[in-house]
């Protein structure tokens, strides 16, 4: 028994001692400095797998990532002047407010061979919005009519009805151009075919997807001639693989391991003003939530700026809606909120009694939801209101806020064509409760407003009314925007040239080693 | 013979003090189980004076002073990444994992005793009730208590019952086991031919004797029952957020493990501690209650 006793204390004592020892990580590791780093495999890694790799049958960032290497859009976005630009498109012209006339650009081949031309797109948004292929982003092309190829380099696209952001739709990775010969001969979602500067080599399910170089890309071979897609459940241990050089770039670092990765020298941080905004919403269809002094209460209790101080670096704060790095952003609305007063808070709990019912905040258990819920939480505590936290996994989270099982939560959303009218038609247009407007929100005034956003055709206007629409809800506090995204991105010291998007999306085209 | 009957009463009484002082006697001399005890005691005594025990509130966030490390001036256990007082949010900890615990264990203990008394004693219930606990054994343990709060919705009340629900089966079998020896002993029938009801029988007479087993499953179950709390509340499942559930911290402070190592070592640790007690008090009083074992 006695000799036990020793073992077990022997052995709490060789617990506190490994605690103790703290920050013991190895020496960063150095290529060895090869004459030629561009013939090296080049690993991004990701948390998880892709779904698939066809533009028409995905619609998640993982595949993203791929597919923006393998295929092309008409479109893209540049993402120092944030200007759409053509891509694949030559030019593009409007005759009258419905129809767009592309020019596209000649003598690109697909990696089958297939020739890139005005059939190819015209295949490719036929199948993208048939009804018969059920594309989960078939509603990019929602507005398109009628598709027409008037010769063999230039296609007419006729919308039903003017569509303002139609050059963002696009340029959405969704809607990249597919080779229709390969696209009828085998399953892209699988095997896939694009016009891009990489090639699909292979697809080990829940490992690691490989690509090579394009040697007759159209717009110069890219120097990185391997890349690798590995798939690492654990954020930590990917950057682990980041200190000891198994993987060279990483994105979406977590704000709780900047101060960790800050203190890596074999890497280079890259931050840059992104797209997302996340937000605290309101359950529209509660009738507390109604209330407007109910909603002011909640956002005077709310310090925003305590919690984006909390974010290390990985936040802006701003109280629009449109964020500032979005299309319809307006600098007057960035301080336009109502202002964090917890004593006018608390006022307003006291007169109305705002306290006596419990209010669920639902939130999903990962990335900063659950950062944002215990703060909030503890805030309007201290308000007065009496809030009770409900924690579930991300899908499960979908479903119950879709089906508004809650009074207020956090919503995020990435907005890839960083355009203002993608962000308020679906997730506040009354077309969309049910299914995309979590927040089960409804105003035929501001419904009026984003469809005249979504449907006129200058730029300057839609602006102005995105502008209005954008005020109309921080004044009502339909929302209370936490923080605008950051983009960041982790890669290794003896690359460079990653092409990083404030959508998060980023391009490794012209990575060259140092 | 009234005095003869009195006598007798009190020489009965007597031996069973005399059992009690015995069996706690020999668990003091086992001093793994001492350390064991002074532990659950501790852990009792942080439980119930938990507010006096706590320097701050445990869900009072200060986002200046957080991620502190141990034996910050006013926080001597740090602060985690809300800037609240990891001490205190230990110290409720351990009030929540001791009551969902007995909660999960006694409860546990109610079904299985019902189930293996009345297994035990009625042949004609013994095959169905035994097929019942055969299949809740087929379940593993963690996912049984997933099912059954995936069904009732996450919070500790489902837990404790989700872990009582799996203790059953265990209890059940050790208790009918006992149970089916005691019956076929000599003082059995004579209670029978005198015309003792069953339940008395069972209640009164069998169960006493089949107690050793019972309070060893019971002491050794608080530890698994303290554990499954942490690990369903780490998984997401039992204490929802800002409840300082032992767990629950860990999931939190995993994610600043390289920079703040403490904020998951020292859940562990008294989840570890807690756990280790409740097993060496267990197998203490295993040894002290064996007729069979003579410690010295």
Same mark, same amino acid.
Do not use: A, L, R
């Given at each position: 028994m006695k000799k036990h006793l020793w073992l077990v204390l022997l052995f709490i004592a060789s617990l506190v001692l490994a605690a103790c020892s703290g920050e013991s990580a190895s020496a960063p590791k150095n290529s060895d400095g090869s004459s030629n780093i561009s013939d090296k495999t080049f690993t991004y890694a990701s948390t998880s797998d892709a779904v698939g790799l066809s533009p028409i049958g995905m619609n998640d960032a993982v595949s993203a990532n791929i597919t923006e290497h393998v295929y092309e859009q008409l479109f893209t976005l $540049?993402?120092?002047?944030?200007e759409f630009e053509p891509l694949l498109a030559e030019s593009y012209e409007n005759p009258d407010e419905n129809t767009w006339v592309i020019k596209l650009k000649e003598g690109i081949k697909f990696h089958d061979g297939t020739p890139f031309n005005a059939e190819a797109v015209k295949y490719t948004f036929d199948k993208l919005r048939d009804p018969a292929t059920a594309a989960p982003r078939a509603s990019l092309l929602e507005p398109v009519d009628v598709i027409n190829v008037l010769d063999e380099n230039t296609v007419e696209i006729k919308t039903k009805y003017p569509y303002g952001p139609f050059i963002a739709a696009l340029s959405h990775t969704n809607a990249a151009i597919v080779s229709p010969t390969a696209d009828k001969a085998q399953d892209l979602m699988k095997d896939p075919v694009g016009t891009g500067p990489y090639k699909f080599v292979s697809w080990t399910q829940g490992d690691k997807i490989e690509l090579e170089a394009n040697?007759?890309?159209? $717009?110069g071979v890219p120097e990185l001639k391997n890349l690798v897609f590995k798939v690492v459940p654990e954020i930590s241990t990917a950057i682990s693989m980041l200190q000891t050089g198994e993987v060279q770039f990483l994105d979406n670092l977590p704000t709780e391991q900047i101060k960790r990765l800050e203190s890596m020298d074999n890497i280079n941080i890259e931050k840059k003003d992104g797209t997302a905004i996340y937000y605290l919403t309101f359950n529209h269809s509660r009738e507390r939530n109604q209330d407007p002094e109910f909603r002011k209460a909640v956002a005077s209790a709310v310090d925003r700026d305590a919690f984006v101080s909390k974010l290390n670096g990985l936040g802006v704060r701003s109280d629009s809606v449109i964020g500032p790095q979005v299309f319809g952003h307006d600098e007057s609305a960035d301080k336009a909120g109502t202002p964090y007063d917890v004593e006018a808070a608390k006022a307003l709990v006291e007169k109305n009694g705002y306290g006596d019912e419990p209010i669920k905040l639902l939130t999903a258990n990962r990335d900063n939801f659950i950062l944002m819920a215990e703060i909030v939480q503890a805030q309007l505590t201290e308000a007065g209101f009496k809030v009770e936290i409900e924690s579930m996994e991300w899908a499960t989270f979908l479903d119950t806020a879709r089906a508004g099982e809650y009074d207020i939560t956090f919503m995020s959303w990435s907005n890839v064509t960083a355009d203002g009218s993608e962000m308020l038609y679906p997730n506040f247009h009354s077309d969309n409760v049910g299914s995309s407007n979590r927040a089960q929100y409804s105003n035929p005034v501001f419904d009026e407003l984003v469809v005249k956003s979504r449907t006129t055709i200058d730029q300057e206007e839609r602006k102005a009314i995105l502008k209005e629409a954008n005020h109309m809800m921080i004044e009502e506090n339909v929302v209370v925007p936490m923080y605008h995204g950051i983009v960041t991105t982790a890669l290794d010291k003896n690359y460079t040239g990653v092409q990083i998007n404030p959508t998060g999306k980023w391009y490794l085209k012209n990575v060259t080693g140092k | 013979m009234t005095n003869a009957v009195l006598t007798d009463v009190k020489i009965v009484k007597k031996k069973k003090e005399k059992v009690y002082i015995n069996t706690i006697k020999r668990v003091l001399k086992n001093k793994l189980a001492v350390v064991g005890i002074i532990i659950i005691l501790l852990q009792v005594i942080m439980a119930v004076f938990a507010p006096v025990i706590a320097t701050h509130n445990p869900s009072t966030q200060n986002l200046v002073a957080s991620e502190l490390p141990v034996f910050s001036e006013g926080h001597w256990l740090g602060t985690d990444n809300y800037g609240r007082d990891v001490w205190s949010r230990i110290v409720h900890g351990a009030r929540i994992s001791l009551i969902v615990g007995f909660t999960a264990v006694t409860l546990g203990l109610i079904g299985g005793i019902t189930l293996g008394l009345l297994g035990g004693y009625y042949k004609k219930l013994d095959g169905i009730i035994m097929r019942i606990v055969d299949l809740l054994f087929s379940f593993p343990g963690i996912l049984l208590a997933m099912l059954i709060i995936a069904i009732l919705g996450t919070s500790l009340v489902n837990v404790a019952i989700a872990i009582s629900i799996w203790s059953i089966p265990s209890c059940a079998r050790i208790v009918r086991g006992s149970v089916l020896s005691i019956k076929e002993k000599e003082y059995i029938m004579a209670l029978k031919s005198l015309g003792a009801s069953d339940l008395r029988i069972m209640i009164r007479h069998i169960l006493p004797n089949a107690m050793a087993p019972i309070i060893v499953f019971a002491t050794m179950r608080m530890g698994t029952a303290i554990l499954s709390t942490a690990s369903l509340s780490y998984l997401g499942l039992g204490a929802q957020p800002p409840t300082p559930e032992w767990g629950a911290m860990i999931s939190q402070g995993q994610d600043y493990m390289w920079t703040s190592p403490h904020l998951t070592i020292v859940p562990g640790i008294a989840i570890m501690l807690v756990v280790f007690a409740f097993n060496v008090v267990g197998d203490g009083l295993r040894d002290a209650l064996d007729p069979n074992m003579d410690i010295q």
């Open positions: $540049n993402p120092d002047t944030s040697e007759e890309y159209w $717009n | -």
